[in-house]
């Protein structure tokens, strides 16, 4: 009997976890299901954070680093670089500009939203964040007993909790100056930026920063250094692979726990949580399709005249369905290239420099879905982003998308380093896991087609463009080879 897919498990694990969720609640017992099955969720979570820090810091090297030399390869490779970031850019602006316009996290109904609200609260005060919008729930006596079910707080302890975050803050914002969010990102010591979830732009910074000064010193210096860098990648790329395999159990622990945790005995609450979900997916979905069918046609219509609309979905069809199925850049990476020098007539030089460079740092589909879903996961919680915030979240992401692995769910890794960027639980990933692998799938669609318009807009500034419709682009070469 052939063995189930890696995504099929993870399904399964998804629903069984859904169904306990349920059984718990409706039953009465929620505090097995905390006490006994949550805690393995939780050691995923850790697992995963354990994982996020050396992979985005050795993936933005290696990905800065092997652009090459700067002085042969300083304006193509610059020009790259800036496209794809721009792209970026764009995908996350739109992002929030939907997610601020549906409001997806705020169609949940309020009580479910102030126990959120409650258990944030909570969480922030034990873990050391400042509350993000200055408002404390705790402070308000009316709400005491509730926090007092939803966790194991005494009352002293809530009004402590309640107080320092107050204190806290304080002391901050004496301490601010307008320029202090820039000098934030410059650390002052790197190890100590490595040991604090909070300074993910500090590691982000100094990546970039080592990436760059490799490309200035001579060959021999470098080259040992870039495979020490690639070598440690690929072990990490590794035990990504090997958690991702433990998956299924570890998803059922964890959505068992979460949906627990929300609902309490009431099961009424765990269909408030699925509808919330219904609206967050659509959004996602709406901005990726946008990205796919308006945002890139306008873009690359912009730059090259001689591609048009059809033809450019023609030619690219078959790299973007082997996309939707893998959920993998990096495994649709040889396709895309094909299709791109045979169907849409870039030059060699050009697909073979880009694309591998847009499967490292470009990751339009994972940065719209990022900032969707940090906004999407406040809103549920009744935590109102600032702009300032959300300008956090576009530049924590548009920088984290550089050391997004081309590899299925390595979104969810990065989403723990955005939503650390601004101060919110990082296991809150599991209230959306149950849709994230549909989701991948297009993300994955959006990352492959922003690749292609990028290496025919860089090749058309290069005049290595040589467009050529073709009847049967799928023809021109064999997907299983």
Same mark, same amino acid.
């Given at each position: 009997?052939?063995?189930?897919?890696?995504?099929?498990?993870?399904?399964?694990?998804?629903?069984?976890?859904?169904?306990?969720?349920?059984?718990?609640?409706?039953?009465?017992?929620?505090?097995?299901?905390?006490?006994?099955?949550?805690?393995?969720?939780?050691?995923?979570?850790?697992?995963?954070?354990?994982?996020?820090?050396?992979?985005?810091?050795?993936?933005?090297?290696?990905?800065?680093?092997?652009?090459?030399?700067?002085?042969?390869? *300083?304006?193509?490779?610059?020009?790259?670089?800036?496209?794809?970031?721009?792209?970026?850019?764009?995908?996350?602006?739109? *992002?929030?500009?939907?997610?601020?316009?549906?409001?997806?996290?705020?169609?949940?109904?309020?009580?479910?939203?102030?126990?959120?609200?409650?258990?944030?609260?909570?969480?922030?005060?034990?873990?050391?964040?400042?509350?993000?919008?200055?408002?404390?729930?705790?402070?308000?006596?009316?709400?005491?007993?509730?926090?007092?079910?939803?966790?194991?707080?005494?009352?002293?302890?809530?009004?402590?909790?309640?107080?320092?975050?107050?204190?806290?803050?304080?002391?901050?914002?004496?301490?601010?100056?307008?320029?202090?969010?820039?000098?934030?990102?410059?650390?002052?010591?790197?190890?100590?930026?490595?040991?604090?979830?909070?300074?993910?732009?500090?590691?982000?910074?100094?990546?970039?920063?080592?990436?760059?000064?490799?490309?200035?010193?001579?060959?021999?210096?470098?080259?040992?250094?870039?495979?020490?860098?690639?070598?440690?990648?690929?072990?990490?790329?590794?035990?990504?692979?090997?958690?991702?395999?433990?998956?299924?159990?570890?998803?059922?622990?964890?959505?068992?726990?979460?949906?627990?945790?929300?609902?309490?005995?009431?099961?009424?609450?765990?269909?408030?949580?699925?509808?919330?979900?219904?609206?967050?997916?659509?959004?996602?979905?709406?901005?990726?399709?946008?990205?796919?069918?308006?945002?890139?046609?306008?873009?690359?219509?912009?730059?090259?005249?001689?591609?048009?609309?059809?033809?450019?979905?023609?030619?690219?069809?078959?790299?973007?369905?082997?996309?939707?199925?893998?959920?993998?850049?990096?495994?649709?990476?040889?396709?895309?290239?094909?299709?791109?020098?045979?169907?849409?007539?870039?030059?060699?030089?050009?697909?073979?420099?880009?694309?591998?460079?847009?499967?490292?740092?470009?990751?339009? *589909?994972?940065?719209?879905?990022?900032?969707?879903?940090?906004?999407?996961?406040?809103?549920?919680?009744?935590?109102?982003?600032?702009?300032?915030?959300?300008?956090?979240?576009?530049?924590?992401?548009?920088?984290?998308?550089?050391?997004?692995?081309?590899?299925?769910?390595?979104?969810?890794?990065?989403?723990?380093?955005?939503?650390?960027?601004?101060?919110?639980?990082?296991?809150?990933?599991?209230?959306?896991?149950?849709?994230?692998?549909?989701?991948?799938?297009?993300?994955?669609?959006?990352?492959?087609?922003?690749?292609?318009?990028?290496?025919?807009?860089?090749?058309?500034?290069?005049?290595?463009?040589?467009?050529?419709?073709?009847?049967?682009?799928?023809?021109?070469?064999?997907?299983?080879?």
């Amino acid at each position: 009997m052939k063995k189930l897919a890696l995504h099929w498990k993870i399904i399964i694990g998804m629903v069984l976890g859904i169904i306990w969720a349920l059984l718990s609640s409706s039953l009465g017992w929620s505090a097995f299901t905390i006490n006994w099955i949550d805690p393995f969720g939780t050691i995923f979570i850790n697992l995963l954070k354990l994982i996020a820090v050396p992979l985005v810091l050795f993936s933005i090297i290696s990905g800065v680093a092997n652009i090459g030399d700067p002085k042969s390869l *300083g304006r193509m490779g610059g020009k790259t670089l800036l496209i794809y970031l721009t792209t970026t850019v764009l995908a996350i602006g739109l *992002g929030l500009l939907l997610v601020n316009a549906v409001k997806p996290g705020k169609l949940i109904d309020e009580q479910s939203r102030i126990d959120n609200r409650i258990s944030y609260e909570i969480w922030a005060s034990e873990q050391g964040y400042e509350i993000k919008d200055g408002i404390n729930y705790l402070q308000d006596p009316a709400f005491f007993e509730r926090a007092q079910e939803i966790s194991e707080l005494t009352k002293s302890e809530l009004r402590d909790a309640s107080v320092s975050d107050k204190l806290e803050t304080a002391d901050k914002t004496k301490e601010t100056t307008p320029l202090q969010p820039l000098v934030d990102i410059v650390p002052d010591n790197f190890f100590y930026s490595l040991s604090n979830n909070g300074l993910m732009l500090q590691i982000i910074f100094f990546a970039i920063f080592f990436g760059v000064c490799l490309l200035f010193i001579p060959s021999d210096k470098s080259k040992p250094v870039l495979s020490f860098v690639d070598g440690t990648l690929e072990v990490f790329l590794k035990m990504v692979d090997l958690v991702m395999q433990a998956a299924p159990f570890f998803v059922f622990a964890l959505l068992a726990g979460v949906v627990s945790k929300m609902a309490g005995d009431d099961i009424g609450k765990v269909v408030e949580i699925f509808k919330g979900l219904s609206w967050y997916s659509l959004t996602v979905l709406g901005g990726l399709l946008l990205m796919i069918f308006v945002i890139y046609p306008l873009v690359l219509k912009l730059f090259v005249k001689q591609i048009p609309y059809k033809g450019f979905f023609k030619a690219m069809g078959p790299a973007q369905t082997l996309a939707f199925s893998t959920s993998s850049s990096a495994a649709t990476l040889p396709v895309t290239m094909e299709c791109v020098e045979n169907n849409l007539g870039v030059d060699k030089k050009i697909s073979s420099f880009v694309l591998p460079i847009g499967a490292t740092v470009n990751m339009d *589909g994972t940065s719209l879905y990022q900032a969707i879903a940090v906004v999407f996961l406040a809103q549920m919680h009744m935590i109102d982003l600032t702009i300032g915030q959300q300008l956090i979240v576009v530049l924590t992401a548009t920088l984290a998308s550089i050391g997004s692995a081309a590899v299925p769910s390595a979104g969810l890794v990065m989403l723990i380093i955005v939503l650390d960027s601004v101060g919110l639980n990082p296991a809150w990933i599991a209230i959306i896991f149950p849709v994230d692998r549909i989701l991948d799938m297009f993300r994955t669609v959006v990352n492959v087609t922003g690749d292609a318009t990028v290496s025919s807009i860089i090749a058309d500034g290069e005049g290595m463009l040589n467009y050529q419709d073709v009847e049967s682009p799928s023809d021109t070469f064999d997907l299983d080879s």
